[in-house]
């Protein structure tokens, strides 16, 4: 437990040397930049007719989550594609 606390203790000791504005930059710049990944997500898929396993064309497709908010939706393709 000791050398876990001393190892900390250094870390914050390097951090702390380094100036403030440099620092909230550098978190903002992190926050950000995992919020612009986690918006890179891209749904694909096909939709095709159950008894006739043709493509639905112009079929609307919603995105919702576990609330059933719709977060976003796609129209399919002539073939039932949609991205």
């Known amino acids: 437990m000791t050398l876990q606390f001393n190892f900390n203790m250094r870390i914050l000791k390097k951090i702390s040397t380094i100036p403030k504005k440099q620092r909230i930059t550098t978190f903002l710049f992190l926050f950000l930049a995992a919020f612009t990944a986690y918006g890179q997500i891209e749904v694909t898929g ?9 493509p639905l064309d112009f079929a609307e497709v919603i995105l919702t989550n576990t609330t059933t908010k719709k977060i976003t939706g796609a129209i399919t393709s002539l073939e039932g594609d949609f991205v």
């Open 46 to 54: 096909k939709v095709i007719d159950q008894e006739t396993q043709k």
